[in-house]
Every structure is written in C-alpha cells, then in structure tokens.
C-alpha cells in the first residue's frame, strides 16, 4: 500500500486524467493520492497549467474527493519559485499541499526564464548566455534560488532537489562530490531542516532513464537521513502507469541508507509511517 503525492495531469503535462489516475490507485490499493499538477505561471510555459483552468483543476478535485471511497484524495500543486513572479504562497491558501520547484533559473537574454530541465540545447544557450559557461555559478545560483524560496515561500515538499543534475549526465561538467557542489547542497539541507519541509525523492529519472538514480542523489539521501529531515516518495507520474513506478527498488535502498519512516498524507495530516519495499504499513 503506497503513497504517491507528486501527479501530473492532462490540467498541465500529464497524459491521464483525475479519473484515470484514481482508477489506477484503486488498483494498486493506495492509501492517499495527491495531485500536483504543475501551477499557471505568469509567463509562456509549455506545461504549465493555463490559469484559466485552475478554477476548474480544483473544484473537479474536490467532487472527487467526496465520491473516491477507497482512497484518500488531496488537492496539490507542483509551483515554480521565480522571484518577484511565482512562488508556492501564490497558491497555498487553496491546496492541501504544495510541491515547490525549481524549473527556472534568472532569464535569457530575451527575457525567456531559462529551463533548467528541459533541452539540453536550451540548457547550453542559458549557460552561455546567462552565465558565460560557468556551469558551477549556473548550478550554485539554482540552488540559492531552492533555498531563497525555501526561506521566503516554503513549499510543503522540495521537489526534486537536485534536478539540474540531469543536465550532468556522465559528470559531463563535474562530479558530486566536488566541494563546492557538496556546500551548496548541504547549505540547502540546513535550510530544509530549519523550515521543517519534506523531500520527496522523486523515482521520475529512473524510470524515464534520464537519472541512474533518485533525484536527490544517494549521497544527498544519506545526508538527509543523517539530519532527520523527512522524506516521501513520489514518482512524478504524468501517466497513471508511472503511479508507483521505482517505489519498491527505491523503498528498499532507502532503508539501507537507514530511513525507518516515510511522511504520508493521511487523514487531514503528515505522518511518518514505517514501510519495506510493499509499500507503507499502518
Ligand atoms: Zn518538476
Ligand atoms: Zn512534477
């Protein structure tokens, strides 16, 4: 019996509806399903939700939740931090959770906030542009911008912590455990740890064969442990066949690292559950 609060749907990128996604949990006897689909910016975005349907997105969740007997139904949004623009605090206030995300870092020269992980032509045109092919100020400014929106809008969950790395594949710029590269992520855990967030880690790249491993990275994973900060797990599914995709290989690594808890959504609350690679047990 699992969790899963980070879904995409056809409101946003996603290629399953509510419904389909519903279905699917209810045939993998799910305890809790949030959906998050990715929020309206105040930009273009290609995947973004339109604003116009966000009225919509939440009164069709709301339905829902009042006539999905088996399972626990919750209202999320996977929301981009951009300064001055967009942050998880635009959205709060009508959600049961949020999921912040760092998709954007500063802008090209045009003005077109630069995706950080999308293309990697796109990501080589923001490095040039933007930072003049210093991938370290590139990354370190990615995660200043997680942990500005950690101090100023904290999300319920930080999403994908360390997704920019998708763009390293084969340490194709540098290798993790490069100091400068480990500060930065240990800077951020510490404000992680203040705000009392969660991670999730999120099994998207495994599954796609975009990531050997979990965003965050195992060595981030056993820091995280080392701290106490709570985690969930979350496949990111923008299908409902991704639901728990990776969960029962990714269950079992996470408890080598020594995790004996999960945080789950349950019954109005945050709970940690302990859990094997079947999923959680009540
Ligand atoms: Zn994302
Ligand atoms: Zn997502």
């Excluded at 969950?157 to 500060?183: A, R, T």
């Excluded at 999730?200 to 060595?219: D, L």
């Amino acid at each position: 019996m699992w969790s899963n609060f980070h879904t995409h749907t056809n409101y946003c990128d996603g290629k399953s509806t509510l419904e389909e996604q519903i279905q699917q949990a209810k045939e993998l006897d799910l305890l809790s399903l949030g959906f998050s689909s990715h929020a309206p910016v105040p930009f273009d975005c290609q995947w973004c939700m339109d604003q116009e349907k966000l009225g919509l997105y939440l009164e069709s969740i709301k339905k829902l939740k009042t006539t999905t007997k088996e399972i626990e139904i919750y209202a999320g949004l996977e929301v981009d931090y951009v300064p001055t623009r967009v942050s998880p605090n635009d959205f709060s206030d009508q959600l049961d959770y949020t999921i912040g995300s760092i998709h954007f870092v500063d802008a090209l020269v045009d003005g077109t906030p630069w995706e950080i992980d999308g293309l990697h032509v796109v990501f080589l045109k923001g490095l040039d542009e933007i930072f003049h092919h210093n991938h370290q100020a590139a990354f370190t400014r990615y995660f200043e911008l997680t942990r500005e929106m950690i101090d100023l809008a904290c999300p319920t969950i930080i999403g994908h912590l360390d997704k920019m790395k998708i763009q390293n594949p084969d340490n194709k710029f540098f290798d993790e455990q490069e100091s400068w590269y480990q500060n930065e992520v240990k800077e951020t855990i510490k404000a992680i740890k203040k705000a009392g967030a969660i991670v999730e880690v999120n099994t998207r790249g495994i599954y796609q064969k975009k990531s050997a491993t979990t965003y965050p990275s195992p060595w981030i994973l056993e820091l995280l442990q080392q701290e106490n900060v709570p985690i969930t797990i979350s496949s990111d599914a923008h299908h409902a066949d991704d639901l728990v995709s990776q969960f029962d290989t990714t269950a079992n690594f996470l408890q080598e690292i020594g995790f004996k808890k999960i945080h789950v959504l349950y019954q109005g609350e945050w709970k940690p559950f302990t859990f094997n690679e079947n999923g959680i047990i009540l």
